[in-house]
């Protein structure tokens, strides 16, 4: 019987009937679900590591040890764990080692749309994409196989919209193969000069026998229908193709994109009229098959940016418009995600968006990033995982170093706790280390966030729901040398004390960290204890002066009959941000206090 | 013709949209269907626009609909459907919440709220069913089975009674729910839509 799976459920069970026992991951959309799902299976070793570079090494060690293993990543992931994975290729694998990317063409939830087929080139490693989750099956399994038999790591490519689409998978056995023996051998696996020297032309040659397989592996297939249009296509590409053309079309289904099929791909041009390449970002597959005399239609008609669909073929193929509109006239409300109601973010960017004007906040990535949209406006810079601690050093050299007369504004760093132990901890080393005098603020809500709750170093919780010890990121700060007198801890419930630790940090001439900390209020355990406690508005004492909205509180309504605030109970959950920014005391606590 | 359908819900994070969706999707599979069923997670529970689509037939191979092509659009809350009514085709079927969730962009004045945007709706589109499934849900003693009121809409409006979805909601809900949730899929399927 067939069950619906997204695609990441369907790598981590192709995963585990492959008979992986070791996998790493840091969260990241689109790829979570991949180790939620993984780390639900028994008879394997499941951990969240603090970033992807951990994780990809974890994975590395478990296959030179001879066991099936993989880590998994969100796309820009792969830009962290890259170091290791450019001198793996070298190595070869022992046991399976397939790296999981998920790329996000359309930018949901990411910073950029990179296209790590590019990764697969440059490293010199296998490249897969499956189309549909039973593909995502299928081929994690036949991915631990060519990792063994070709000695190389496997690169599997999802994009999110696999990642995130169910579709029917027929489920098999898992089959746990033999361990691999260990056996030491330094040219190998230490990767000096002399060995690496040795090492490259062994790759190279691995290369074109795996271009002789690619030739031949079903991962790559022909459909011959109507044979005046070729189109060669990968992943989702090749779903949105075969609806908008049916048997209108013939296809080349591309399943590993590295090394291509070149022979195939020749056969197949020859066979067809016209040969479309339809591939989303990157001219990936175009320009090699260009490279080769080929002629072929590609990014002169089909966008780089963005995601594709099946009307954007359809247009691009049959000229057809998308079907008229109903010509409403109603236009949506802007609604961007937003902190939620009880968001222990909030009080904090309530209090230091009144440093606007005098302040560069340098942000991260999780969900305090949404701290730059009004009505906080508090973050200024936004780069990667880590950035902001090291970017406003950056910020406040320069700052000492400008003319004179330069404005010159104080820099924030904002860090939530995930992040900081993903890749913050060495930007705080260079912070006290060349005493640069910023101010950096840890965001701890106990929790990674963003990306629907996965438990972090400082949680005390692994991946499989066993306890360990919560690492002190108060201790880690101390350690990495900020003197105890420039470290403040604060609620950033309480306005009052997060305003001191702001002015305090604001006036600093020394380096100095503050942390905020308040269990994210979407945590069970916090939605448990706090269920009664709510906030309420005296419409007596109301005069509409809208402070309270200011704070940007989804649960702070209007009734436009009375012209008075109320609180939506549902969502409220009593933090009393809202009643201390109110100037008339029309707020009060209700329910269960703790 | 042989059977095929395509399904858009159309809402707000945390109003169940996605929960809906698998029930639908599972129903159909169970019924021996092709099905494919997209989604976006990621920000979703920030209270961002959230959008699920389902396609089902003898064989399916995008999991998203074009545009035009909706044979129902459901929205959850009543502005929601502007993002996504020109994906219903010409006939299709639009069923409005009456129910309205007014983003701070609203509150702060720099967004306005489309208050009127029902009146357009029956206005422009032929086969538009209004009613308030929050309400209703209430009624039965919870406002957060309103997305199974509109599941019970949906299963009148395209005529789907010859799938169990009264088994598909107990192997999605904890059981101490079950009662209450096929309670509001009767409310829903013996509501004015349709």
Not at chain 1, 115 to 142: F, G, I, W
Not at chain 1, 373 to 401: C, K, V
Request: charged residues 20%; contains cysteine; glycine residues 8%.
């Amino acid at each position: 019987m067939k069950i619906l799976m997204t695609g990441n459920e369907a790598v981590a069970r192709g995963a585990y009937e492959a008979g992986v026992l070791v996998a790493s991951a840091y969260p990241g959309t689109p790829s979570t679900e991949i180790m939620e799902n993984f780390s639900k299976y028994d008879n394997v070793y499941a951990e969240w590591a603090p970033n992807e570079k951990v994780a990809a090494e974890v994975a590395m060690g478990a296959a030179v040890r001879g066991v099936r293993s993989f880590a998994a990543m969100k796309h820009v992931g792969l830009n962290v764990a890259a170091d290791p994975f450019m001198s793996f290729a070298y190595h070869g694998s022992n046991g399976g080692l397939v790296i999981v990317t998920a790329d996000e063409p359309g930018m949901y939830s990411s910073q950029n749309e990179q296209d790590n087929r590019l990764y697969s080139t440059h490293a010199k490693v296998v490249c897969l994409e499956p189309s549909d989750s039973q593909e995502c099956l299928d081929y994690m399994k036949e991915a631990f196989n060519i990792s063994e038999r070709f000695d190389t790591t496997v690169l599997f490519r999802l994009t999110t919209r696999t990642c995130h689409s169910k579709t029917p998978v027929q489920l098999g056995e898992r089959i746990v193969p033999p361990t691999v023996d260990f056996k030491k051998n330094s040219e190998k696996y230490v990767m000096v000069p002399a060995h690496s020297k040795k090492r490259h032309p062994v790759i190279e040659e691995n290369l074109l026998q795996l271009k002789n397989y690619s030739n031949t592996t079903m991962l790559n297939r022909i459909e011959y229908y109507n044979k005046k249009i070729g189109i060669i296509c990968n992943g989702i590409s090749y779903q949105y193709a075969k609806e908008v053309m049916g048997e209108n079309a013939s296809y080349l289904k591309i399943g590993m994109c590295n090394p291509l099929p070149d022979q195939m791909i020749k056969d197949f041009a020859k066979n067809v009229d016209v040969l479309y390449v339809i591939e989303e970002n990157e001219p990936f597959m175009e320009t090699q098959i260009k490279s080769w005399g080929i002629n072929c239609i590609g990014k002169n008609l089909f966008p780089i940016c963005g995601e594709f669909s099946p009307e954007l073929l359809r247009e691009k193929l049959l000229g057809v418009a998308p079907s008229g509109s109903y010509g409403i006239e109603s236009t949506p409300p802007s609604r961007p995600p937003v902190l939620c109601a009880g968001c222990p973010h909030r009080g904090l960017f309530h209090e230091l968006g009144k440093y606007r004007k005098k302040a560069f906040f340098s942000g991260d990535i999780g969900c305090y990033s949404l701290g730059y949209l009004p009505p906080f406006e508090a973050i200024d810079l936004t780069i990667d995982m880590g950035a902001s601690i090291s970017t406003a050093q950056g910020f406040q050299r320069a700052n000492e170093m400008s003319d004179k007369n330069n404005t010159k504004l104080k820099p924030f760093a904002l860090i939530g706790d995930s992040t900081f132990f993903h890749s913050g901890i060495t930007g705080l080393v260079n912070m006290t280390y060349n005493k640069t005098p910023i101010t950096t603020i840890i965001l701890d809500n106990s929790i990674t966030a963003m990306t629907g709750h996965q438990d972090n170093p400082g949680t005390g919780i692994s991946a499989t729901g066993s306890i360990t010890d919560k690492v002190s990121i108060e201790k880690l700060v101390l350690a990495c040398g900020v003197s105890p007198e420039n470290l403040v801890i604060v609620d950033p419930y309480d306005l009052g004390s997060t305003k001191e630790a702001i002015k305090k940090g604001y006036q600093a001439t020394e380096p100095f960290v503050i942390i905020t900390r308040r269990e994210c209020a979407l945590l069970k355990p916090v939605q448990i204890e706090r269920a009664k406690m709510k906030c309420q508005v005296d419409p007596e004492k109301c005069k509409f002066c809208k402070a309270c909205v200011r704070t940007g509180c989804p649960a702070l309504q209007i009734n436009r009959e009375t012209d008075k605030v109320f609180i939506d109970t549902v969502q409220c959950n009593g933090c009393s941000v809202c009643l201390q920014v109110c100037p008339y005391d029309a707020i009060e606590r209700v329910g269960e206090n703790k | 013709m042989k059977f095929s359908k395509n399904i858009l819900l159309a809402g707000v994070g945390g109003q169940g949209t996605i929960l809906t969706s698998k029930i639908i999707s599972n129903g159909f599979l169970n019924a021996g269907y092709d099905v494919k069923m997209a989604e976006i997670h990621g920000m979703a529970q920030r209270g961002g626009s959230v959008t699920t689509q389902i396609r089902v037939g003898e064989s399916i191979h995008s999991p998203v609909i074009e545009k035009g092509t909706a044979d129902i659009v459901v929205s959850f809350e009543k502005s929601e459907a502007l993002r996504w009514v020109d994906y219903l085709k010409k006939d299709g079927i639009l069923i409005i919440n009456d129910y309205s969730i007014e983003p701070f962009t609203v509150s702060l004045g720099i967004s306005s709220y489309p208050f009127d945007v029902v009146e357009e709706y029956k206005d422009k589109i032929k086969n538009t069913y209004v009613f308030n499934a929050f309400e209703e849900a209430e009624k039965l003693g919870n406002p957060k089975v309103m997305n199974i009121v509109l599941l019970g809409a949906i299963v009148k409006c395209l005529s789907l009674e010859d799938i169990d979805w009264k088994k598909m909601i107990a192997e999605s809900v904890p059981e101490k729910h079950l009662n209450l949730n096929l309670k509001a899929l009767e409310t829903g399927y013996k509501s004015s839509v349709g």
